[in-house]
């Protein structure tokens, strides 16, 4: 990680009777109270610097010894301030990605700007954020991740904008060497001055170092860096499609089979409610399903399948679960069993699992068979018109795109397969209703179905567990 020392004396700041003062031979005459911490300070240093103060002093009364000033919305705190006091007094400071947010912030606050003194602090810290920061991958991430203590300076700054291009940009430069194999900031990382001093540097490896540390942002940053590495069209959609389900794994919340979400954050937040928590979440996932890569294959079905199960869990939006039962369909074939068993959450049902939504999959699966016709049509003389090259194109183009929507005869035989494989898993359920079952087994059409034996057991299962339904039928044999 980078870093930059400005100044040169030593810290002479010290607590006495929970006054922060400096030692000096001249006496103060200046008091800040920065939230809770009162600081005895001296006008000059401060005030030569510090636009803000020079107006604040000039507004309010001088006592007989010092004057007072209050900055109670003060960003960064006590920690930021004492930053730029020690500026002013040439005490050495240390800028790094871990703090040049605040420092910034707080420079803004108290307007060091090159029109109060040359070589102010704002301008030192603009240099070394544009030359050396935003230079380095770890760097821009820890920044970036910083900024969301201080928003909307941030986002007033420019800060937040300017490391979010700088990410995408280090991700867009070279495609090929990007893999998603674990980062090489956490195996080895550069400490280097930008005053030119070096404490240790490790050679840096050209793979494996965007998913997984991308993955440490909040869902708003990731949302806006991954929108502006996916709007640069160079990362094949599978690596995107890789690095969201690193994200998903990292911040979503854990899920059981029987519904409950096993995630001690819910259970143990002082701060936050359950209610803020699934909140929370929800949006996550949301956000997650919104960067999901149109193409097909991007992501891997079993992947879709335990979103759509989460999205049952913390009650997604209804257009976030069509999407994705949408794109389950489209991948359907690469389903087992025990990723369509989705839990049941719905008061108005006492299933064991959510059939409603393995029936849209199977709707939605269905529509792709429904394709129109890919021949070109006929005149009525037999012979098709004389078409112009571009226009032969264009119907090329359209019939590979109706063929590549509709689902092939060797999906729907696996799909057959795996319809009767989760006939035989719900049929245990007391609780279905018999128009779902068959509605379930007429899914798929006959000819998918190579022999019924599997549907046959699936039958014998469910008039088992039926009994009633298994003695009228009985009856009505001959």
């Not at 240390?94 to 606050?109: D, G, Q």
């Not at 494996?208 to 708003?220: P, T, V």
């Not at 949301?286 to 193409?295: D, K």
């Amino acid at each position: 990680m980078k870093f930059m020392k400005l100044g040169s004396r030593p810290d002479t700041f010290y607590t006495s009777e929970a006054v922060r003062s400096i030692s000096s031979e001249v006496s103060s005459d200046l008091i800040i109270q920065v939230k809770g911490t009162r600081y005895l300070l001296h006008k000059f240093p401060l005030l030569s610097k510090c636009l803000r103060l020079q107006r604040l002093c000039s507004e309010s009364p001088e006592s007989s010894q010092h004057q007072i000033v209050q900055l109670p919305d003060f960003p960064g705190g006590i920690d930021a301030f004492e930053l730029c006091a020690k500026f002013c007094y040439g005490i050495t400071i240390t800028l790094s990605a871990y703090n040049i947010v605040a420092a910034r912030c707080a420079a803004e606050y108290l307007q060091m700007t090159e029109d109060v003194e040359k070589g102010n602090l704002i301008y030192k810290i603009e240099v070394f954020f544009n030359s050396c920061i935003l230079h380095g991958w770890r760097d821009s991430i820890v920044t970036l991740q910083s900024t969301k203590a201080f928003p909307l300076w941030s986002e007033d700054l420019g800060i937040t904008s300017r490391c979010i291009e700088a990410i995408a940009s280090k991700v867009l430069t070279h495609p090929s060497k990007v893999s998603l194999s674990h980062s090489y900031s956490r195996r080895g990382r550069d400490d280097i001055s930008c005053n030119g001093a070096e404490s240790q540097r490790h050679k840096a490896s050209t793979k494996g170092w965007w998913a997984e540390d991308m993955a440490e942002l909040g869902i708003d940053l990731y949302w806006r860096t991954m929108i502006a590495i996916k709007s640069g069209g160079k990362i094949p959609s599978n690596l995107v499609g890789e690095a969201l389900k690193i994200y998903a794994s990292r911040w979503l919340p854990n899920i059981s089979r029987n519904g409950r979400i096993n995630n001690h954050e819910a259970s143990d937040s002082d701060s936050d409610s359950a209610t803020e928590v699934t909140s929370k979440h929800r949006l996550l996932l949301e956000s997650i399903i919104s960067l999901l890569p149109a193409e097909k294959g991007s992501v891997s079905c079993s992947f879709l399948l335990k979103l759509l199960k989460a999205a049952n869990i913390l009650n997604a939006s209804s257009s976030s679960k069509m999407e994705l039962a949408r794109r389950v369909a489209l991948q359907l074939e690469e389903a087992t069993v025990s990723d369509l068993l989705i839990p049941c959450l719905s008061y108005t049902s006492d299933t064991l699992y959510d059939v409603d939504i393995v029936m849209t999959i199977l709707e939605q699966f269905k529509l792709q068979g429904q394709s129109p016709p890919t021949s070109p049509p006929r005149s009525k003389l037999g012979f098709e018109r004389r078409r112009s090259r571009s226009a032969e194109n264009i119907n090329f183009e359209l019939q590979e795109s109706r063929r590549s929507s509709s689902a092939s005869h060797g999906s729907k035989l696996k799909v057959a397969k795996l319809v009767d494989g989760y006939l035989q898993e719900i049929a245990k359920d007391v609780n279905l209703p018999l128009s779902k079952f068959i509605t379930i087994a007429e899914s798929v059409p006959e000819f998918s179905r190579l022999d019924h034996d599997d549907l046959y057991r699936a039958i014998d299962i469910y008039l088992k567990v039926n009994n009633e339904l298994a003695s009228i039928v009985f009856k009505i044999l001959p």
